[in-house]
């Protein structure tokens, strides 16, 4: 076995990953070791005090004892039975409480690791199945941290009480232990055989389950919602919906036909090992080396300690369940980031300074791209200047916008920062560099103020969201609104909520990036839902709020990049023209009959014919038609 299995098997241990789990419990409540101790030791003493009270209540019988001393020792130890027992339900309900509680406090470390995970690995197939798998530690209703310390807590109960068992029964006959031990050691193989098959052929079945939470989302997301009715989407969704949960039920059926085999196995093994047990009890009896008294006892302990080997069977199988999601869990937290970033001192940029910024034969291909989606990319961005990105569809302007952002890595080349590679930058400072605008708009849950000021109310400064609010031209209109700055947006999630139009969005967002005071701003087509009008006014009071910062723009309509300092024609991935608006209109070329194109469109009169100098290619491209 190589070293990779090896240290894999060793993550996926049921100690590792229990002593893992315990830690954290009782660190998130160090009473939660009174109450585990509270229930085992009260559950063990409950066992063995009703175990105990029929060979006590046949030795007072054969005694002769008088009527008050029988009736009052089995109540007495009657009501020690119940009193321990008490004390046993009352650990495990006290442990539940705080089981639910960490539930929330596991969910929130992983969303804190999703948060902080490099934007490129969120699209990665692996990674989104390693978040699915890391749910079931704090969503799966069997399996999350509540069961499974309830389920170890049990599996510690019953092992203490087998120990107990097994020593008093050895004195009937060694042989007695020893078959019940070889009858459990088989019930828990096929337990393991049934867990293995799942194991195996969870990868089958999650993708499915995926599928099924997907379509589930979106139809009940109310950003979908007038799609879903203006275009029936019902019709097919529901039916996808439907093959779906049938592949799923599919599946349950084949695990439950595996568990029943399984099962089968282990009951007619139970059933081999209390006739071996109930044989040697018969024998003694004949032999009269067992009295009636030590006969209830041995018949007690039997019942109990093949009651307990059961348990222990299918506890083990269930611990070998859930120590998936505890190893899953871990496995997620502890992933680190595909993006290369060196150790180091992180470059400073001296406040309220505009770097120099530079892409040094920049390439980038998407992982199972056969074809680079940009390819070398060479530019410097000087301090304050304002550079436009055009080109059509699929030419890399989105793509070299989030290069620029840290979202990817390049393949070749490097981005530099006043000469420092990003590499030397840890994400969350480089982040920091950045105000950005990207095509889909989202606006947050939350108050009008928290949008903008992206930080809680405590933090935030009130004065400058309101500041920045007019001078984004959108104060008048939150004035108005029934709490202000204070009102929360996204009405399908408030009730008292409100939804702002297109181009009141636009202004928030443009809000958001003056209050951020980075130094460099990227808009990335934010406006293309709106007329070329509106698009307009909107960039030019971008331009006019972003003064002094380095700014790169994306429109599909390049009369709103002609107040850009330079534009950068992309084509199929490299740079193909670059220059201002008057340079690139006189020497007439690809940007020039692009401009021409979207020019026509705009003319009153229709009919215009092209003029031989436009290419009749551009009319086609799925640019215009954005």
């Known amino acids: 076995m190589n070293k990779k299995k090896k240290e894999e098997r060793r993550e996926d241990s049921i100690l590792r990953n229990y002593c893992y789990l315990y830690r954290i419990w009782i660190r998130h409540n160090p009473r939660n070791l009174i109450y585990l101790i509270m229930a085992v030791a009260g559950a063990v003493a409950t066992t063995y005090v009703y175990v105990f009270i029929p060979k006590l209540a046949v030795e007072l019988v054969l005694e002769q004892a008088g009527l008050w001393r029988l009736v009052g020792t089995l109540a007495a130890a009657g009501l020690g039975a119940e009193v321990l027992n008490l004390m046993c339900t009352s650990g495990y309900s006290l442990m539940n409480v705080p089981g639910h509680r960490l539930r929330h406090v596991l969910q929130g470390k992983i969303l804190e690791k999703i948060c902080h995970t490099a934007y490129s690995d969120l699209e990665d197939p692996?990674?989104?199945?390693?978040?699915?798998?890391?749910?079931?530690?704090?969503?799966?209703?069997?399996?999350?941290?509540?069961?499974?310390?309830?389920?170890?807590?049990?599996?510690?109960?019953?092992?203490?009480?087998?120990?107990?068992?097994?020593?008093?029964?050895?004195m009937l006959h060694p042989a007695v232990v020893a078959v019940m031990l070889l009858g459990a050691w088989l019930q828990y193989r096929a337990e393991r055989w049934d867990v293995a098959w799942g194991k195996k052929h969870r990868d089958l079945w999650q993708p499915t389950e995926r599928k099924i939470d997907y379509i589930t989302g979106k139809v009940m997301d109310f950003s979908y919602a007038k799609d879903v009715r203006l275009y029936a989407a019902h019709r097919w969704l529901l039916p996808k919906y439907a093959d779906f949960m049938q592949e799923r039920r599919s599946w349950n059926g084949k695990a439950l036909r595996h568990n029943l085999k399984a099962l089968g196995a282990s009951r007619i093994v139970e059933l081999i090992k209390q006739a071996a047990v109930y044989g040697f009890l018969v024998r003694g009896v004949l032999a009269g080396s067992i009295g009636a008294d030590d006969f209830m006892l041995y018949v007690g302990l039997a019942v109990q300690m093949s009651n307990m080997l059961s348990s222990i069977a299918g506890e083990l199988r269930q611990l070998k369940e859930s120590v998936l999601s505890i190893s899953d869990y871990r496995k997620m937290l502890k992933r680190k980031d595909s993006t290369a970033r060196e150790e180091g001192q992180t470059p400073v940029l001296e406040p309220g300074r505009t770097p120099e910024v530079a892409f040094s034969h920049v390439s980038f291909t998407y992982a199972g791209a056969e074809r680079a989606a940009l390819q070398d990319i060479d530019f410097t961005m000087r301090p304050g200047e304002k550079v436009a990105l055009v080109g059509l569809n699929g030419a890399g302007k989105t793509t070299l916008v989030k290069l620029l952002c840290g979202m990817y890595e390049p393949t070749e080349g490097e981005i530099l920062v006043d000469g420092h590679p990003s590499t030397k930058w840890d994400l969350e400072s480089w982040y920091g560099l950045f105000s950005a605008v990207f095509q889909d708009v989202q606006v947050l849950p939350a108050t009008v103020a928290e949008n903008v000021a992206a930080c809680p109310s405590e933090e935030m400064d009130r004065e400058r969201v309101r500041e920045c609010l007019e001078r984004a031209g959108l104060w008048e209109t939150v004035e108005k609104l029934p709490k202000g700055m204070d009102t929360c947006l996204r009405k399908e999630m408030f009730r008292d909520g409100v939804n702002l139009s297109g181009g009141e969005t636009q202004k928030l967002l443009l809000a958001r990036a003056v209050y951020r005071e980075a130094p460099l701003l990227i808009l990335d087509e934010p406006t293309a839902a709106l007329d070329a009008i509106a698009e307009n006014q909107m960039y030019l009071r971008y331009s006019e709020l972003t003064k002094g910062k380095t700014s790169v723009f994306i429109s599909h309509r390049l009369s709103s990049t002609r107040f850009c300092d330079r534009i950068l024609m992309l084509e199929n991935g490299r740079i193909v023209e670059e220059g201002s608006h008057d340079q690139l209109m006189a020497k007439k070329g690809r940007y020039y009959n692009l401009f021409q194109v979207q020019s026509h469109y705009y003319q009153n009169d229709r009919n215009t014919e092209f003029t031989s100098e436009m290419d009749p290619e551009w009319e086609v491209s799925g640019y215009v038609s954005e």
């Open 126 to 170: 692996d990674y989104k199945l390693m978040v699915e798998r890391s749910k079931h530690l704090y969503w799966h209703w069997d399996r999350d941290v509540r069961a499974c310390i309830e389920m170890s807590a049990m599996f510690m109960e019953h092992l203490i009480g087998l120990l107990l068992a097994s020593g008093i029964l050895a």
